[in-house]
């Protein structure tokens, strides 16, 4: 066989600069349009709006923080005028009863305080004082087991609002 010389293999042409450059334009142009084309048919994400646009959450609020620092007295009156009636130690029922008294007249209290700013944290926050009131009205009247079964309703809706309470506090 004879040897191949350089000049007898068939040249290789190389494409020109300028028609690569045409092909790498063409290639950019088709990636836009598939990229176009997909965000079209799939939509926009939704973009949420930064949550310092809403505001800061009610719990660190001013005005919220006010509002329970001024019915704080109120309320700690209110946890400890319940002990007796939760502990069945109310003693005689009655219109002269210290307990009853003093039930009735720290559930007046917190009852009297003004409402909250945000009125979804004022309907959590007063959950129960209806049938703790009714359990002080019932203990004045002389009906310490209506008193104390009114009062364990009443701190059990008080029970179920806490977290409904925190979650709006933080903004939830």
Request: aromatic letters at 2%; proline letters at 10%.
């Given at each position: 066989?004879?040897?191949?010389?350089?000049t007898?293999?068939?040249h290789?042409?190389?494409p020109r600069?300028?028609?690569?450059?045409?092909y790498?334009?063409v290639l950019?142009?088709?990636?836009?349009?598939?990229?176009?084309?997909?965000?079209?048919t799939?939509?926009?994400?939704?973009?949420?709006?930064?949550?310092?646009?809403?505001?800061?959450?009610p719990?660190?609020?001013?005005?919220?923080?006010?509002w329970?620092?001024?019915?704080?007295?109120?309320q700690?009156?209110l946890n400890n005028?319940?002990?007796?009636?939760?502990?069945?130690?109310?003693?005689?029922?009655?219109?002269?009863?210290?307990?009853?008294?003093?039930?009735?007249?720290?559930?007046?209290?917190l009852?009297?305080?003004d409402?909250?700013?945000?009125?979804?944290?004022?309907?959590?926050?007063?959950a129960g004082?209806?049938?703790?009131?009714?359990?002080?009205?019932?203990?004045?009247?002389g009906?310490?087991?209506?008193?104390?079964?009114?009062?364990?309703e009443g701190?059990a809706?008080?029970?179920?609002?806490?977290?409904?309470?925190?979650?709006?506090?933080?903004?939830?």
């Amino acid at each position: 066989m004879d040897a191949i010389t350089p000049t007898d293999q068939p040249h290789t042409r190389w494409p020109r600069p300028a028609r690569t450059a045409g092909y790498v334009a063409v290639l950019i142009a088709a990636i836009a349009l598939l990229a176009v084309m997909i965000n079209v048919t799939t939509g926009p994400t939704p973009s949420q709006p930064p949550a310092e646009a809403a505001g800061p959450p009610p719990g660190i609020r001013a005005d919220v923080q006010r509002w329970f620092k001024a019915r704080d007295k109120a309320q700690i009156e209110l946890n400890n005028a319940l002990v007796p009636v939760v502990e069945k130690k109310i003693g005689n029922a009655g219109p002269t009863s210290a307990p009853c008294r003093r039930l009735s007249a720290a559930v007046l209290a917190l009852k009297a305080q003004d409402p909250a700013p945000v009125a979804k944290i004022d309907e959590l926050a007063r959950a129960g004082l209806d049938k703790i009131e009714q359990a002080a009205t019932a203990c004045l009247a002389g009906d310490a087991a209506g008193a104390q079964r009114l009062a364990a309703e009443g701190l059990a809706e008080r029970a179920d609002a806490q977290l409904p309470l925190e979650e709006a506090l933080e903004g939830e």
